[in-house]
């Protein structure tokens, strides 16, 4: 069974730092792009950053440059993101779900196999 389980989030104030982490197992890690997703309130499910095992290629939204980092450890079949200077506007559920694709750019429909979520709240 294919499974994809988030931790890491909780409640913190601006410029502070989380570390999210999505453990994978059921499938061959090494052969899926992992991507994190969030959702605030009343809003669409948002491309954050992913990164392809297969290739070691990263992206990430404009928005999250330069603040979040992505890493992949194929030993654990984890994925990180690690969230610096984070701003009471990354607050939402952080999803991470997997990818066999290619991508240049993040599309939830190119994604499958969704965790259950980790909330993200960033006081001001």
């Known amino acids: 069974e294919v499974q994809l389980v988030e931790s890491g989030g909780g409640l913190v104030q601006s410029g502070e730092s989380l570390r999210l982490s999505c453990a994978a197992s059921?499938?061959?890690?090494?052969?899926?792009?992992i991507g994190w997703f969030r959702q605030a309130p009343g809003k669409e499910r948002e491309g954050v950053s992913f990164i392809s095992n297969p290739d070691g290629r990263i992206y990430y939204t404009d928005s999250v440059k330069g603040r979040f980092t992505i890493s992949s450890d194929s030993a654990k079949k984890t994925v990180y993101l690690q969230m610096n200077s984070l701003y009471p506007e990354d607050t939402g559920v952080y999803y991470c779900a997997r990818s066999p694709f290619a991508m240049s750019t993040m599309s939830p429909q190119l994604f499958a196999d969704w965790g259950q979520g980790t909330q993200v709240t960033v006081s001001s």
């Open positions: 059921g499938f061959t890690f090494d052969d899926y792009a």
